[in-house]
Nanobody, 122 residues
Framework: HVQLVESGGGSVQAGGSLRLSCTPSGYTVGNSCVGWFRQAPEKERELVATIDSRAFTKKVYADAVKGRFDISQEKNILYLLMNNLRDEDTAMYYC?????????????????WGQGTQVTVS
């Protein structure tokens, strides 16, 4: 049984930082491609970043967060460090792991999802 548990969200002023964590059970992120997504009110869920650790580490970021966010994984915990936060970063953030090994998670893909952690920037 796979479970993903996010933590680290909260309220922060614009320009501030937060670090989100995703702790999986029943899933190994160190040899997989996993990622973070977000969904703002009345908007579709969108990719934030993925990290592929299957061979060599490859990170992919949405244009909106490039240079501000950093995705990483250590000791089977997935992290998202968010710097220089903006109002438009306000959303529910979810970590995701694909159900089918060998793929990377997509917003509308078949993934395991966490319950989400709210980030509010004001």
């Amino acid at each position: 049984h796979v479970q993903l548990v996010e933590s680290g969200g909260g309220s922060v002023q614009a320009g501030g930082s937060l670090r989100l964590s995703c702790t999986p059970s029943g899933y190994t992120v160190g040899n997989s491609c996993v990622g973070w997504f977000r969904q703002a009110p009345e908007k579709e869920r969108e990719l934030v970043a993925t990290i592929d650790s299957r061979a060599f580490t490859k990170k992919v970021y949405a244009d909106a967060v490039k240079g501000r966010f950093d995705i990483s994984q250590e000791k089977n915990i997935l992290y998202l460090l968010m710097n220089n936060l903006r109002d438009e970063d306000t959303a529910m953030y979810y970590c995701a792991a694909p159900r089918r090994y060998g793929t990377c998670p997509a917003a509308n893909g078949e993934n395991y999802w966490g319950q989400g952690t709210q980030v509010t920037v004001s």
